[in-house]
């Protein structure tokens, strides 16, 4: 190999390594030249997942890189962590002189790990719970999808897809109609985030007893800006939630968040993005906090800069 020389003694000016390990002294003694790069993209193997599947992108890597058979041996203990770096710890010393002996040794001793992997049909199994938010399905989703080698992009987005409840498949797969996971992942960034913040105030709001005194601590109550400062739109905020809304790039609350309902509503106020009388859309804190999100993840850039219109 150019890439390869010849190593008859260490950088000291001594006799080569000779420290106990499988390999032949034939193999220890060539060592890559200083040009060469180890691949980064290759994810360590902890002895789950086929092992065939893991030489052959292993050695695919490699060889594009230009190594030769000792210097896959040489650098094949790096690519390995956790159960498998103790089966190769435990190799014979001196019993390794070809790759083609060690891969055998390593497919056959992890052979059974194979059985245990999903395979790319098993994502048509994963359904996003009646209850679950969209963050929590995608995140579960992604973590099965890992694990499977090879996975055509095609395959993991007709299953994610698919897996939706239909309220957030159907209608914002049509209008998006996102060709890639990143496309995907992209289109749903403000429904989640949608989600979070809901969940967030959910959490944040105090639990009354359904009596009068907990009724008047509930008309008392307003909601506590998220940000210390805002953007400033070159749009009315009315505006903005009814394109967004129309876009499907947010839905409307089933319910008012943190606002209590009133038993006589101000009917010369009324929030876009609540639905209802009572406040207006430039004073819910709730719909400033939702937009300064979609805003600075860059969501409204169109809506940014110049004057308001």
């Known amino acids: 190999m150019h890439n390869e020389e010849a190593r008859p003694e260490n950088e000291d000016g001594g006799e080569p390594d000779d420290s106990p390990g499988p390999f032949t002294a034939e193999v220890m003694n060539f060592v890559l030249s200083k040009r060469f790069t180890l691949p980064t993209t290759l994810t360590p193997y902890d002895g789950l997942g086929d092992p065939k599947k893991y030489i052959k992108k292993f050695t695919s890597i490699m060889i594009v890189n230009g190594a030769s058979d000792k210097v896959l041996c040489h650098y094949f203990p790096s690519y390995l962590d956790g159960l498998a770096l103790d089966w190769f710890c435990s190799l014979?010393?001196?019993s390794i002189s070809r790759f083609r002996d060690l891969s055998k040794l390593f497919e056959e001793h992890f052979a059974e790990s194979a059985i245990y992997l999903h395979d790319s049909k098993?994502?048509?199994?994963?359904?996003?719970?009646?209850?679950?938010?969209?963050k929590d399905y995608m995140t579960r989703f992604t973590k099965v999808a890992m694990s499977i080698l090879d996975l055509h992009p095609e395959v993991e987005l007709h299953a994610i897809k698919s897996g939706l409840r239909p309220e957030n498949s159907q209608e914002a797969i049509a209008v998006a109609k996102p060709k890639t996971m990143a496309e995907f992942r992209e289109k749903k960034k403000g429904q989640i985030d949608i989600e979070e913040l809901l969940q967030a105030r959910k959490i944040e709001k105090p639990q009354y007893r359904k009596d009068d005194k907990a009724q008047d601590s509930k008309k008392n109550f307003k909601p506590t800006p998220r940000y210390e400062s805002y953007t400033q739109f070159n749009t009315k905020r009315d505006d903005i939630i009814k394109e967004i809304l129309n876009s499907k790039l947010i839905k409307p609350p089933r319910k008012a968040g943190n606002y209590p309902d009133s038993r006589s509503p101000d009917k010369s106020k009324y929030c876009t993005f609540h639905q209802k009388h009572n406040h207006t859309t430039d004073e819910c804190v709730i719909t400033k906090d939702l937009l300064e999100r979609l805003a600075r993840q860059g969501h409204l850039d169109k809506y940014i800069g110049g004057h308001m219109k």
């Open 122 to 134: 098993y994502l048509n199994t994963i359904k996003q719970g009646q209850h679950e938010i969209l």
């Open 92 to 94: 014979p010393a001196d």
